[in-house]
């Protein structure tokens, strides 16, 4: 089982390197399952209707969330009826759609993805170590893969999760800060761990945004427009292997052999 995780996509630059660099990786590496953190899609900030349909269209299965999972407010009616968008599970329990997703990869696998969002930094959400507990508990014994985004502010929280859940997960990434992490690991117990991502859109700016909009932030401090940086558009993405003849954890899940992180850059 081959899974590839797209780091957080940011605006038009992020869709467009999707689109033409994901297929043929997908055919290259022999992929079997696609999922992507996709809240930062729409110009940077939330995801649309349209936006999301074309993502699934471009071959991604499941696309995650996280704090600007509610920034389009057509989102709130279309999330409840596409089980494949998530937003943190860890929400209160009567916001819109879901934070848990099952469903059958290309090779057969069944599989699971958990979306959960840290506390720390970010809204007093519930407890995401608590709430991985309960929706792990809902995940069906004949569910193989199952991986965890856990959309977080601090590098301690990411790496406490990933800790708690190893043996019990094949994956726990991590996503919202943009910036990829070089800690790429399978920790002992055969969950495969990145403390982030990183991001798939435009690196000439700061975190996918235009540069000079956010400096002049910084200098005044006054409210500011911001708008999606173009250059150096790079897709970063992580890729997890349990192997061709994989072991299981003690929570009956495959076991990752191996995490490897990718980084694409636009023809």
Do not use: C
């Not at 999760?161 to 190893?166: A, K, R, S, V």
């Amino acid at each position: 089982m081959r899974a590839l995780f797209i780091g957080d996509i940011v605006g038009s630059p992020g869709r467009r390197i999707v689109e033409e660099r994901l297929r043929d990786l997908v055919q290259h590496r022999q992929i079997d399952l696609v999922i992507a953190n996709g809240e930062n899609s729409a110009s940077g900030f939330g995801i649309t209707p349209r936006i999301a349909e074309e993502l699934f269209d471009l071959g991604i299965e499941v696309l995650t969330g996280g704090n600007h999972s509610w920034d389009r407010k057509e989102i709130m009616e279309y999330m409840p009826h596409q089980p494949r968008l998530l937003r943190p599970a860890n929400f209160a329990d009567n916001t819109p759609g879901s934070g848990l997703y099952f469903g059958t990869a290309k090779s057969g696998v069944k599989f699971a993805v958990l979306d959960l969002q840290g506390r720390v930094f970010l809204a007093s959400n519930d407890d995401p170590f608590k709430k991985a507990d309960a929706e792990l508990a809902k995940i069906p014994p004949d569910i193989d893969f199952v991986l965890v985004d856990i959309h977080a502010e601090t590098t301690s929280e990411k790496i406490a999760l990933g800790w708690y859940l190893d043996g019990r997960v094949t994956a726990v990434v991590g996503t919202h800060t943009h910036v990829t992490t070089a800690d790429e690991q399978v920790l002992p117990n055969g969950t495969a761990y990145i403390t982030d991502v990183g991001m798939t859109g435009p690196h000439d700016g700061v975190i996918g945004m235009d540069r000079q909009g956010i400096i002049k932030k910084f200098l005044d401090g006054l409210p500011a427009r911001f708008e999606v940086a173009t250059g150096d558009v790079q897709m970063n993405a992580v890729l997890i292997d349990t192997g061709d003849d994989p072991s299981r954890n003690d929570a009956g899940r495959l076991r990752a052999r191996s995490i490897e992180r990718l980084r694409l850059r636009a023809d």
